[in-house]
Structures are given as structure tokens and as C-alpha cells.
């Protein structure tokens, strides 16, 4: 029986959860090389590893974000840290890289349901607490940034002891422990649906899911170019099936995503389009910024480690300070100032086409760090109030999406600056791009405004 009078515990336990999925996207990067060794890979291949992961990441948080609106985001939580720990047991037996990258793809499933669960279980968790919604959300928002930056350390050192296995090993104990707790102290699923499970299955929209998910995964496939020479066809079928899913969803009762509701809500829009455009800006400085430091500064790989972790670092320091703002000032207020920062922050970056010393770099990671708290933060509280409590679900699942919409063409970009060269003429273009979308996304901000029901 669940005990609803510990909710601090059950919030704990749902962030352990919700920061496996940026945990396992960043600490594989370190891996990589032990992998091509031990399955004889090359380059392009061993990448799947990283892809897998992502492609279900992105297309599965929406999906698992409607089950939690539908059947119960403790059920779900509890399914999704079942499959992590059960996944993660078999597959360091795996001799094969196909189903090495099957079991990413499952990790990857199974994470995604802990973000969209975390959400929609706030509203109660905060009112057993009796403390305001941000203060969970922000904790929820600490576990995913700290997670990101503590992933390629925590890989370092468990592939260095023992080896890539161990990555899949380390969530073992974490799946089971953020599941136990969950179940002992989060409030038990009420009011969800129930009912035979063919009457469950047809009122599921399946094509419309199906198609959502391969239109979704062909235009990630596009933007990763995990097909080369194909890029254009999978971009062109990604369109076509997206076109279907909309002709579908407008047409079937209940749809899996309600596009007339989502289209007359605006605020949900307004986060979304902020959010995609912001974490294009801050993947910019994220993956741009080590090469630059490696190749043009010609750092090694360690030194590049501790000097781009003020950033993370520091979004995880300026989160709570945000968390005391949006309850003082609320969320509009603080999102408009996050991104004003974020674009004096990304024309400091301009600097380093004059110097890369090391002190420098340091001082403009932290500051780069300061926004990223910020924005992120008031952008998941932006989300809780846009939208509807029957539908938070899915709508924290597409919003976890469009961090990796926002990633991936960041990733693309920083291809196309940095195809002629790595250097610091190259970086001054992308702070150029890193402004306009910094721009782009203070208008949006003031676009947005708080629903007058929430």
C-alpha cells in the first residue's frame, strides 16, 4: 500500500528516475572506443549505440507521456524502471552490437517514461507536501542537468575499472531503488481508465501512434543522417506520414494527440517553440565548444572535461535561485530575463575568436551555465501551467522531445560550420547564428503569457 504522507521521498525517487535518461544519452560517449575494439566496428557504426538511444528517447517520452495520462503515472513509472533494470541485467551477456543497440533502445523506453510520470504526479505530490508546484518541478529539473554533466565522469571511471558492460550495470540498483520507492510512497493512480483490454486497444489509436512515432523517428534519422545519401527521401517520408498522422488524429475519437486542442493553445505552443529554439543555442556551446577547445586550442580531452563543467555546473547552482524568483516574480518575468541572459551570454562566447586561454573559458562556461538554469526551469513550469491536468502527461513527453529536436539541429549545424575547418573564424560564425536564435527565442518569450486558468 502506497503511504502519501512521505511525498519528499516519492519526489527523490522520481528524480533518480527522470535523470537515467540524460545519464545514459551522455555517459556512452566515453565508450565508444571500447566498443569499436570489442565488436570491430568503425567509426560510423559504433555511433547506433548513441543513435538507438536517442531515436527511442525522442519518439517514445510523447507516447509514454499519453499511458501516464491514461493508465496512471505510477503504473507507468513503475513498468518503465521495471524494463531499465531488467534491460540493463541481460545486457552485458550480449556478444552481438545489433542487440547491444536493441538494449539501448530499450533503456531508452523504459527512462522515458520517468520525466512525463514525475510531471503528472507534481499537482499531488506538492499538494501533500503542501509547497508550491516549482519547488518539485525544480528538483526534477536539477536530477536532468546534473545527470547530463555528471555522465561522461561517472563513464570515465566505471569503463576505465571495468568496462563498457558496467554502464548498463550502474542502473540496475538505481531502477530498483527509484521503483521501490515510488510504489512505498507515491500516491496510488486514481480516476485513470480501466476496462478489457481489447475495449483498451481500440480506443488506444494505435495507427495514429505508429504513425506519429515513424514520422517522428524518419525525421530524426533525416537530421542525424544515420543513412547517407538517403537524407532527402527520409525527410520527404517523415513529411508524407506526419501529413497522415494529422489527417488521422483530426478525424479519430480520442486521439492519441489532441491537434485541435494543442492548436488553440497557445501558451503550450509558445514553451514549446521556446524550448526547442533555446536548447539549440545552449547545444551550440555544449558540442561546439569542446571540439573548438581540442582542435584549435589543441587541449587534451581532460582538461576540455573541466572546463566545460562550470556549465552544467552552474545550471544546476542557479536552479533553486530560479525555483525562489518564479514564485516572487512568476514565470513570464523570469523566462524573459533567462533568455535576455542567454543572449549576453552567447555574445560573450564571441570572445574566444580573440583568445582560447583557459581562464576565460572557464569564466564564460559558468556564465553560459547561469541561462541554461534559468530557462530550462521556468520553461518546465511554463509547461505545468500551459497545460491541461489530463493531458500533462504527454504534453512533458513532447516537450522532453523537443530538447533533442533542439540538440540534434544544433549537432547538424555545428557539422556544416565545422566542415571546413575546425577554428575560431568558424566558432564566430555559429556565436553569429547562437544570437539570431538567442533573438528568435526573447520574442517568443514575450509572446507567451500564463493561461487565465491556470
Known amino acids: 500500500m502506497s503511504n502519501t504522507s512521505r511525498p519528499g521521498l516519492a519526489i527523490a525517487a522520481l528524480s533518480i528516475g527522470t535523470a537515467l535518461n540524460p545519464l545514459n544519452s551522455s555517459m556512452i560517449a566515453v565508450a565508444l572506443v571500447v566498443l569499436r575494439e570489442d565488436f570491430s566496428l568503425d567509426v560510423a557504426t559504433v555511433t547506433w549505440v548513441i543513435t538507438a538511444f536517442y531515436l527511442a528517447s525522442a519518439a517514445g517520452q510523447p507516447l509514454m507521456g499519453r499511458l501516464a495520462d491514461r493508465f496512471g503515472p505510477r503504473r507507468?513509472?513503475?513498468f518503465g524502471?521495471?524494463?531499465?533494470?531488467?534491460?540493463?541485467?541481460?545486457?552485458?551477456?550480449?556478444?552481438?552490437?545489433?542487440?547491444?543497440?536493441?538494449?539501448?533502445?530499450?533503456?531508452?523506453?523504459?527512462?522515458?517514461?520517468?520525466?512525463?510520470?514525475?510531471?503528472?504526479?507534481?499537482?499531488?505530490?506538492?499538494?501533500?507536501?503542501?509547497?508550491?508546484?516549482?519547488?518539485?518541478?525544480?528538483?526534477?529539473?536539477?536530477?536532468?542537468?546534473?545527470?547530463?554533466?555528471?555522465?561522461?565522469?561517472?563513464?570515465?571511471?566505471?569503463?576505465s575499472l571495468f568496462d563498457w558492460q558496467a554502464l548498463f550495470?550502474?542502473?540496475?540498483?538505481?531502477?530498483?531503488?527509484?521503483?521501490?520507492?515510488?510504489?512505498?510512497?507515491?500516491?496510488?493512480?486514481?480516476?485513470?481508465?480501466?476496462?478489457?483490454?481489447?475495449?483498451?486497444?481500440?480506443?488506444?489509436?494505435?495507427?495514429?501512434?505508429?504513425?506519429?512515432?515513424?514520422?517522428?523517428?524518419?525525421?530524426?534519422?533525416?537530421?542525424?543522417?544515420?543513412?547517407p545519401g538517403y537524407r532527402w527521401y527520409l525527410l520527404g517520408a517523415a513529411l508524407v506520414v506526419g501529413a497522415l498522422f494529422a489527417w488521422r488524429e483530426l478525424r479519430f475519437k480520442p486521439p492519441f494527440l489532441d491537434l485541435r486542442l494543442l492548436g488553440r493553445n497557445r501558451p503550450l505552443l509558445l514553451v514549446y517553440l521556446v524550448f526547442v529554439v533555446f536548447s539549440g543555442v545552449y547545444y551550440f556551446a555544449?558540442?561546439?565548444?569542446?571540439?573548438?577547445?581540442?582542435?584549435?586550442?589543441?587541449?587534451?580531452?581532460?582538461?576540455?572535461?573541466?572546463?566545460?563543467?562550470?556549465l552544467a555546473s552552474m545550471s544546476v547552482l542557479v536552479t533553486p535561485l530560479t525555483v525562489r524568483l518564479i514564485e516572487r516574480f512568476g514565470v513570464r518575468s523570469v523566462l524573459i530575463t533567462g533568455v535576455l541572459v542567454l543572449a549576453g551570454a552567447s555574445a560573450a562566447l564571441g570572445l574566444l575568436t580573440l583568445s582560447l586561454w583557459p581562464p576565460l573559458v572557464l569564466v564564460l562556461t559558468?556564465?553560459?551555465?547561469?541561462?541554461?538554469?534559468?530557462?530550462?526551469?521556468?520553461?518546465?513550469?511554463?509547461?505545468?501551467?500551459?497545460?491541461?491536468?489530463?493531458?500533462?502527461?504527454?504534453?512533458?513527453?513532447?516537450?522532453?522531445?523537443?530538447?533533442?529536436?533542439?540538440?540534434?539541429?544544433?549537432?547538424?549545424?555545428?557539422?556544416?560550420f565545422y566542415g571546413p575547418g575546425v577554428n575560431q573564424a568558424n566558432w564566430g560564425?555559429?556565436?553569429?547564428?547562437?544570437?539570431?536564435?538567442?533573438?528568435?527565442?526573447?520574442?517568443?518569450?514575450?509572446?507567451?503569457?500564463?493561461?487565465?486558468?491556470?
Do not use: H
Open 76 to 78: 507507468l513509472f513503475t
Open 81 to 159: 524502471m521495471a524494463l531499465v533494470a531488467v534491460t540493463c541485467a541481460v545486457a552485458p551477456f550480449l556478444d552481438n552490437f545489433a542487440l547491444v543497440c536493441v538494449a539501448r533502445a530499450l533503456m531508452a523506453v523504459g527512462t522515458a517514461t520517468a520525466y512525463p510520470s514525475a510531471v503528472v504526479m507534481v499537482t499531488e505530490l506538492s499538494r501533500l507536501a503542501k509547497v508550491p508546484s516549482t519547488r518539485p518541478l525544480g528538483r526534477i529539473q536539477m536530477a536532468n542537468t546534473s545527470a547530463a554533466a555528471v555522465g561522461p565522469v561517472v563513464g570515465g571511471l566505471l569503463v
Open 169 to 227: 550495470v550502474i542502473n540496475v540498483p538505481l531502477a530498483l531503488l527509484a521503483l521501490l520507492i515510488v510504489q512505498r510512497t507515491a500516491p496510488a493512480d486514481v480516476g485513470r481508465e480501466t476496462g478489457s483490454l481489447g475495449t483498451l486497444i481500440r480506443d488506444s489509436d494505435i495507427p495514429g501512434i505508429l504513425a506519429f512515432v515513424v514520422s517522428l523517428m524518419l525525421a530524426m534519422m533525416a537530421l542525424l543522417n544515420v543513412l
Open 286 to 310: 555544449f558540442f561546439g565548444l569542446p571540439q573548438l577547445l581540442q582542435e584549435a586550442g589543441n587541449y587534451d580531452a581532460g582538461l576540455v572535461g573541466l572546463l566545460m563543467l562550470p
Open 366 to 416: 559558468a556564465v553560459m551555465g547561469v541561462p541554461y538554469g534559468a530557462v530550462s526551469t521556468a520553461s518546465n513550469q511554463g509547461l505545468y501551467v500551459s497545460a491541461r491536468p489530463e493531458e500533462r502527461g504527454v504534453a512533458a513527453g513532447i516537450f522532453q522531445t523537443c530538447r533533442y529536436l533542439g540538440a540534434i539541429t544544433a549537432t547538424v549545424l555545428i557539422g556544416v
Open 429 to 454: 560564425l555559429m556565436v553569429l547564428v547562437m544570437l539570431g536564435l538567442s533573438a528568435l527565442v526573447i520574442v517568443l518569450s514575450v509572446l507567451w503569457r500564463k493561461p487565465a486558468e491556470a
